[in-house]
């Protein structure tokens, strides 16, 4: 059994950026991992990677029915019996020293439920076209949770004994991510983000951003998951949100890309 499971969900990747994805993973300095590839491809056959040599194990589980995201990542942790799981997406990419950076972290903080990092932002190209800075200590990253998503979730390491204690992710069409941060935030996980950027993730549109349904299904989650603790922040968050529902998709953009500049 590997120490690292690296977990990735895919539905028709673009094979360019998938390949990419699992050159960087052989590339890390941290040895000790496999891969575990969710494929619920349509139009797209993986069964060439087996044929790869990368230099790691990669498995790759195809579900009987149509699962969605939350329901694929639910079905790969159920799979997982190794101490630690990796997020990655398929058109991401990992530095080479990612994963031995976020182990060497959670081995020596054991009361640390998960370690995210800062990414590099990259277009359709590869070419970097920014960063995203992101909270550091447990503290700040709550304060600002009902705010806003302060963790990367393709960024992120995860205890498997995490997903035991507080659940796993939940079948939505949106948010499956912040949900179980939320749920899990009040029920006592601990968090993390190492300040240096360890992934490039790749953004080729910000059409959510106009997404009606997105913004109300996180709106529905900072008022089920309200933290009187920050009560200031939460209150602020839900506020924030409802802004960025009723205004409309250009202005949405405006404050979201200031917003950005501002972190």
Known sequence: MPSITVL????????????????????????????LIVDESTSVDLTFIKKLKLGYKVKILKPRKKLGIGGSLAFGINQIKSPFIARIDADDIAKDNRLKKQYDF????????LAGSSVFKI????????????????????????????????S????????????????????????????????????????EKLTYYRI????????????????????KYFNFHYFFSSFIGILLTLLMIIVPSRLKRLIYNRYNKLR
């Open 156 to 195: 992120l390491m995860i205890r498997t004994t995490f997903f035991t204690r507080y659940g796993n992710y939940a079948n939505l069409r949106n948010n499956e991510d912040y949900e179980l941060w939320l749920r899990s935030s009040l029920q006592g996980a601990k968090f993390h983000n190492l300040k």
């Open 204 to 223: 080729q549109s910000e059409d959510g951003l106009s997404s009606s349904r997105n913004w109300g299904s996180a709106l529905n989650l900072k008022i």
């Open 8 to 35: 990735t969900p895919t539905f028709n990747p673009n094979l360019i950026y998938l390949k990419k994805m699992l050159v960087s993973l052989s590339r890390q300095t941290f040895k000790d991992f496999d891969l």
């Open 123 to 154: 277009d359709s190209f590869g070419k970097i076209t920014g960063f995203r800075n992101y909270p550091i200590s447990h503290s700040d990253i709550l304060s600002q949770l009902n705010v806003w998503n302060p963790l990367c979730h393709p």
């Open 106 to 113: 959670l081995m020596s903080h054991p009361d640390i439920s």
